[in-house]
């Protein structure tokens, strides 16, 4: 394929390295974002994001002139539209927030022409891609067979995605077979280990939720077992590692639950649209979500509710070594804390802020020298030397990893 004039819509954790990879490929490339402020962090050449090797690879397709950044959205062959699908909660039910992905496709419409390509790499619920075709032809005037769509989902691991991008495999869908398949050619310039495979639009978007539910529900058992362990009195890290010794058993590791913008929110787009089909995800999902709040009831009964103690809770993110905090377990065991009147603080190495929320954010040092009683949510690398261990050892402390463990 030659080289294209392609438009990332939206530069976040996952539009900013495409964007990113797609101009090392060799595309002439136009990121735009509708926050102001983060067009103009890139326009000074800093990226607003923490993520491995990306500030170097930004700075030299930005050299190359491969990737301009627009505060407008900028006409293009090719539309990659990368914006959050979060959920929104109503009378306890969460259902996907579709409204960037809108706002995303009347952004595209203004600028769209005849044979133009719009691919929707944002986690989706089923007919999500049908409804931007839909809102993509109302709004631009054309007709829906006058240009392609196609999705095509994300499945990058946060702190590797450079590698992934170019190594996984892409699972590309499109209810027209044309559209898929230049969908895969443009794929393929820049995926140079792993294979696109093609398929329908709808089974592209289940195949992309399937994936992390299937975690999910593995995470699930792995808490749930973590619960009955506790009250067996013995060490669920040793029954799973004895477990897995099984040639056809792989369960995961328990923690203080699950966190983040996919795993936490993607099983709920299922249970959303086949919600009596999908009890099995919905009550993984509601097992996850109250371990935070067993793990409270833990502490509180190893502190023998004294509200003078001060706890600190060490890893606020969702996972090691990143500073996402989006739906992360950490805040939500915080939060439980602070309302019920208890003293915590928090320690995340990989954020600047002073304080999340109503929570006071230490360095390690402050929070290893002034808490009575630590939980360890996270194996951040800064907390991995065995000085730092041997100090959280001192005190009362949990581990809801197994980061302690001999
Ligand atoms: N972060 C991950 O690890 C990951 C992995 C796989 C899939 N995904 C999915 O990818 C999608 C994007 O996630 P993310 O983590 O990059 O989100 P993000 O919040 O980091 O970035 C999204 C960006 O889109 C911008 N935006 C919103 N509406 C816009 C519009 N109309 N026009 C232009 N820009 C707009 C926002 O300002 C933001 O900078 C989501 O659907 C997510 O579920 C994320």
Same mark, same amino acid.
């Given at each position: 394929?030659?080289?294209k004039e392609i438009t990332?819509v939206?530069l976040g954790y996952?539009?900013l390295?495409?964007?990113?990879?797609?101009?090392?490929?060799?595309h002439h490339?136009k990121? &735009?974002?509708?926050?102001?402020?983060v067009?103009e962090s890139?326009n000074?050449?800093?990226?607003?994001?923490v993520e491995n090797?990306l500030?170097e690879?930004?700075?030299? !397709?930005?050299?190359?002139g491969c990737?301009?950044?627009?505060?407008?959205i900028a006409?293009s062959d090719?539309?990659v539209?990368?914006?959050?699908?979060?959920?929104q909660e109503?009378?306890n039910?969460k259902t996907?927030?579709?409204s960037?992905?809108e706002s995303?496709?009347?952004?595209v419409?203004k600028?769209l022409?005849?044979g133009?390509?719009v691919? +929707?790499?944002s986690t989706?619920? #089923?007919?999500?891609?049908a409804?931007?075709?839909?809102i993509l032809?109302?709004e631009?005037?054309?007709?829906? $067979?006058e240009? &392609?769509?196609?999705?095509? #989902?994300?499945r990058?691991?946060?702190?590797k995605?450079l590698y992934?991008?170019?190594?996984n495999?892409?699972?590309i869908?499109?209810?027209?077979p044309?559209a898929?398949e230049?969908?895969k050619?443009? =794929?393929e310039t820049?995926?140079?280990?792993?294979?696109?495979?093609v398929?329908?639009? !709808?089974t592209?978007?289940?195949?992309?939720l399937?994936e992390?539910?299937?975690r999910?529900i593995?995470?699930a058992?792995a808490?749930q077992l973590?619960m009955?362990c506790r009250k067996a009195?013995?060490?669920?890290?040793?029954?799973i590692? +004895?477990?897995?010794k099984?040639?056809?058993?792989?369960i995961?590791?328990?923690?203080?639950? !699950?966190?983040g913008?996919? +795993?936490?929110v993607?099983?709920?787009?299922i249970?959303e649209?086949?919600?009596e089909?999908a009890s099995?995800i919905r009550?993984a999902?509601?097992?996850n979500e109250?371990k #935070?709040?067993?793990?409270?009831?833990?502490i509180?009964?190893?502190?023998n =509710? $004294?509200?003078?103690?001060?706890i600190?809770?060490?890893?606020?993110? =969702?996972k090691?070594n990143i500073?996402?905090?989006?739906?992360? #377990?950490?805040l939500?065991l915080a939060?439980?804390?602070e309302?019920d009147?208890?003293?915590?603080?928090?320690?995340?190495?990989?954020?600047?802020?002073d304080?999340i929320?109503?929570i006071r954010?230490l360095?390690l040092?402050e929070?290893?020298?002034s808490? $009575? &009683?630590y939980v360890?949510?996270?194996?951040?690398?800064e907390?991995k030397?065995d000085? !730092?261990k041997?100090?959280i050892?001192?005190?009362? =402390?949990?581990d809801?990893?197994g980061?302690l463990?001999?």
């Open positions: 394929m030659q080289s990332v939206g996952i539009g390295p495409t964007a990113v990879v797609m101009a090392g490929a060799g490339v990121g &735009y974002d509708a926050k102001k402020e067009c890139l000074a050449g800093k990226i607003h994001i090797y500030q690879a930004f700075t030299q !397709v930005r050299e190359n990737l301009e950044i627009t505060e407008e006409e090719i539309y539209v990368c914006v959050p699908t979060p959920f109503e009378e039910e996907a927030d579709l960037y992905v995303a496709a009347k952004e419409a600028v022409k005849k133009d390509l691919i +929707l790499e989706v619920p #089923p007919h999500t891609t409804m931007m075709t839909e032809a109302e631009s005037g054309l007709k829906k $067979d240009f &392609y769509t196609a999705h095509c #989902p994300e990058v691991l946060p702190g995605i992934e991008l170019k190594h495999d892409r699972i869908g499109a209810k027209d044309e898929a230049i969908t050619e443009l =794929y820049f995926v140079v280990e792993g294979h696109c495979y398929c329908d639009d !709808v592209a978007e289940l195949c992309k399937a992390n539910t299937f999910d593995n995470i058992y808490n973590s009955l009195g013995i060490d669920v890290f040793r029954l590692e +004895l477990a897995n099984h040639p056809r058993v792989s995961l590791t328990p923690g203080l639950g !699950v966190g913008h996919c +795993l936490a993607d099983p709920w787009f249970v649209k086949y919600g089909d099995l009550t999902r509601e097992i109250r #935070p709040y067993w793990v409270k009831d833990q509180l009964k190893d502190i =509710y $004294d509200k003078e103690k001060k600190g809770i060490l890893g606020m993110a =969702y090691p500073d996402d905090m989006r739906e992360s #377990p950490s939500a939060g439980a804390l309302s009147g208890y003293m915590v603080y928090g320690c995340e190495p990989n954020s600047h802020s304080t929320g109503n954010l360095s040092e929070l290893l020298n808490c $009575d &009683y360890v949510a996270l194996a951040h690398d907390f030397s000085a !730092v041997k100090r050892m001192d005190k009362p =402390y949990y809801c990893i980061f463990r001999g």
